[in-house]
């Protein structure tokens, strides 16, 4: 069984304008591109899972989110870096669009996209871990055995006040990814 790192999208890889689903927004956080390749060239398979919401309330389509994920892998191809699979939930029970206006167990904090993943690239959840910049982004995934980390700011310092959750944490996306490495 493969170990991954299951992250979160906007605010943990790239920058959060917002609804972000065109091509042409796509901005790196600061050190993402350098720690993917690193987690990707330790063996990890790379998984991100992402609320989509934006489908649902009419913003974009699904199609705009596949062409987000199509560029984010051209962009980290050319530094040597992937994405290995990416896992989105497009529903939203306050959505405008119909057929996406739900409630569903795929939308994060729901563990779905993540047993989703486990099955399909044959993922140890004990042998991996979870990054993302809020509690709901990690938690499905250390429900299912994995390490959670949390990126710094107003998430983890609530939980690190509450004192809950056994989370790390970490500045960024690089430190977490030296953060893992340091701990294979």
Do not use: W
Not at 126 to 132: E, I, P, T
């Amino acid at each position: 069984m493969r170990r991954a790192v299951f992250l979160d999208r906007d605010g943990t890889i790239n920058v959060d304008h917002g609804f972000v689903a065109r091509p042409d927004d796509l901005e790196f956080m600061p050190g993402a591109v350098e720690a993917l390749r690193l987690l990707g060239g330790a063996g990890f398979a790379l998984v991100v899972v992402t609320n989509q919401s934006g489908v649902a309330r009419g913003y974009h389509t699904e199609e705009d989110v596949r062409a987000f994920h199509d560029e984010m892998n051209r962009r980290l191809a050319v530094d040597g870096a992937r994405i290995d699979a990416f896992c989105y939930c497009p529903h939203h029970p306050e959505g405008t669009v119909p057929r996406y206006s739900r409630a569903c167990e795929c939308r994060k904090p729901g563990a779905a996209l993540y047993r989703q993943a486990i099955a399909d690239l044959d993922i140890d959840p004990r042998r991996s871990f979870a990054v993302g910049d809020k509690v709901s982004d990690i938690v499905p995934a250390v429900t299912l055995g994995a390490t959670g980390i949390l990126l710094e700011g107003p998430s983890a310092q609530a939980l690190s006040e509450a004192d809950s959750g056994g989370f790390l944490t970490a500045a960024s996306l690089l430190d977490a990814a030296r953060l893992v490495l340091g701990r294979v």
